[in-house]
């Protein structure tokens, strides 16, 4: 179902960039190999820190940097991704010029009751970094691969990335900005939001709403005068004890993976006057303190295709070792096997009775009940839920005496039982 809409966006897009092309909004790719690009970014005058830097809006330097990975890549990468069963592809929103924003969910079949986290990562806010955006791929490749890594990433974790955050910029070849020159990494408390913020922070939202909020979330950038890869460390004096300790353990155990790749946790100090309102971790600090590791990682500039390689296996192993996953298997003796859906007791009943379902693989889940006449009254359950067995309270005191008929519905699977309500 979602896959049949997302080609539809996908063909939307491609033909609404074509209609911007012909206005020559794009201006002509001259530079197609991103690696080239990479250098272009590495010997940019001035692409130092995340928090300074500033790009001049007329600065023609923008002109030879096409970045070397546009939308329209994106958008052919996308129809490859497609092509895995451990892809879902949604897109989240619109920019400010209409260029759909893409997430990736990357999960497994999930049938065991271990525990699951949900891992949030964005990458390009700032187009030029564009070697945030290779890492992001070489991350996605690691958790589709068919060896015992993905097989694990994919089985404790639900993965969303965001490859490209900020497509109007990386169109117009702006360094930092969208199209309506705003630094989307800074504005996370700005209202009105520019529609990429606004679109990204629903999403994530969503997540934290859900009953499995995001645990990690990464914000991907690019340090072009960084000679190691690096984390933004956030200060106490904007945190809290707590997550700093929290902070060193999880930057120790991805540099594990790369000790000579990657800085240690205090290379990059920040927040140390408070907590700024201004960027996504700072959403998430304000609002989720702890719970959520939110970090922004900044990738130093390389044309080394290993260099990608270290730094997502060191990213992704460290995120592994910090939630202390391992590979452990479940005794999955008094696992379901299949959809169930179970007589409610009491039946008959007087107020509220129960009801409970099995589903044995994770899946978008719709448990309703309709009157004798066919008419919905209640909806419990419209949302996706994890491998396992369920029990929910159907209240009907607000309900006339009466046969009703609740259906449980999973995949390709639908089940209808009777209930008698008797007051
Ligand atoms: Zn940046």
Request: glycine share 4%; with cysteine; net charge negative.
């Amino acid at each position: 179902m979602y896959q049949l809409t997302d080609r539809i966006n996908v063909t939307e897009s491609k033909r609404m960039i074509k209609k911007k092309d012909s206005l020559n909004l794009i201006i002509e790719k001259k530079v197609k190999l991103s690696f080239v690009l990479i250098i272009a970014v590495c010997i940019a005058p001035n692409i130092i820190a995340q928090e300074d830097f500033k790009l001049d809006k007329f600065d023609t330097t923008h002109e030879i940097l096409n970045f070397g990975y546009g939308y329209d890549s994106l958008l052919t990468q996308l129809e490859t991704w497609r092509q895995s069963p451990h892809i879902t592809i949604d897109s989240i929103g619109a920019s400010v010029l209409g260029r759909a924003i893409w997430m990736l969910t990357i999960r497994g079949m999930q049938s065991h009751f271990l525990p699951i986290y949900r891992v949030a990562i964005h990458a390009r806010t700032h187009p030029n970094e564009v070697q945030s955006e290779m890492l992001s791929h070489r991350i996605i490749e690691y958790l589709i691969e068919d060896s015992p890594l993905g097989e694990l990433l994919r089985d404790r974790f639900v993965f969303h990335i965001v490859p490209m955050y900020n497509p109007d910029g990386v169109e117009l070849r702006y360094g930092r900005q969208n199209a309506n020159y705003v630094d989307l990494e800074r504005n996370w408390f700005t209202y009105p939001h520019e529609p990429e913020v606004e679109a990204l922070k629903n999403k994530y939202l969503e997540f934290m709403e859900s009953f499995l909020p995001i645990r990690i979330a990464l914000n991907m950038h690019g340090d072009g005068g960084a000679a190691k890869d690096y984390f933004v460390f956030h200060h106490e004096n904007g945190t809290s004890a707590q997550f700093v300790e929290d902070q060193k353990k999880f930057i120790t155990a991805v540099r594990n993976y790369w000790v000579n790749g990657i800085h240690d946790w205090n290379y990059m100090v920040s927040w140390t006057d408070g907590n700024p309102l201004v960027y996504p971790e700072s959403w998430f600090w304000e609002n989720y303190a702890e719970s959520v590791m939110a970090l922004t990682h900044e990738k130093c500039p390389t044309q080394n295709d290993a260099h990608y390689d270290s730094s997502a296996f060191a990213l992704l192993n460290g995120i592994i070792d910090y939630l202390e996953i391992t590979s452990e298997v479940e005794d999955i003796s008094d696992f379901p096997e299949m959809f169930s859906l179970y007589q409610n007791y009491p039946n008959p009943f007087n107020s509220s009775t129960r009801i409970e379902f099995s589903i044995y693989k994770s899946d978008f889940v719709i448990l309703e009940i309709f009157d004798a006449l066919g008419i919905k009254v209640k909806e419990p359950i419209r949302q996706e839920l994890f491998a396992g067995n369920y029990s929910i309270i159907f209240n009907a005191e607000n309900l006339p005496n009466g046969i009703y008929y609740y259906r449980l519905i999973v995949d390709n699977f639908t089940q209808i039982k009777k209930a008698i309500l008797l007051k």
